[in-house]
């Protein structure tokens, strides 16, 4: 069992940054991904980014490439997004997740952990 927890959420202006945290407790293991979505009222939950936890590989959504950046600290069992230059678009419930297997994924289906998500507003 993993359990996520969330942190860094909150309301910032336009052109602003956050950087999101989630401590991971339970066992990740090495060939587990880990990554952030996003939902926003009415809209489904959608891919953000991820990470390998062994090599570091990552992804991101084409929304966000170039903003927003994942990383990793193996020794804290912590994953964390930067985020820089947001937009109102990037407004919405911010959800960690940790998928079993070493191939990421787009779908919100394929994770197998949830954290109880972290708000992001952005202001205009």
């Known amino acids: 069992q993993v359990q996520l927890v969330e942190s860094g959420g909150g309301l910032v202006q336009a052109g602003g940054s956050l950087r999101l945290s989630c401590a991971a407790s339970g066992s990740i293991s090495s060939t587990n991904i880990m990554g952030w979505f996003r939902q926003a009222p009415g809209k489904e939950r959608e891919f953000v980014a991820t990470?390998?936890?062994?090599?570091?590989?990552?992804y991101y959504a084409d929304s966000v490439k170039g903003r927003f950046t994942i990383s990793r600290d193996i020794a804290k069992n912590t994953v964390y997004l930067q985020m820089n230059s947001l937009k109102p678009e990037d407004t919405a419930v911010y959800y960690c997740?940790?998928?079993?297997?070493?191939?990421?994924?787009?779908?919100?289906?394929?994770?197998?952990?949830w954290g109880q998500g972290t708000q992001v507003t952005v202001s205009s």
């Open positions: 997740t940790v998928k079993r297997g070493s191939i990421s994924s787009y779908r919100a289906s394929r994770y197998d952990y």
């Open positions: 990470i390998s936890w062994s090599g570091g590989s990552t």
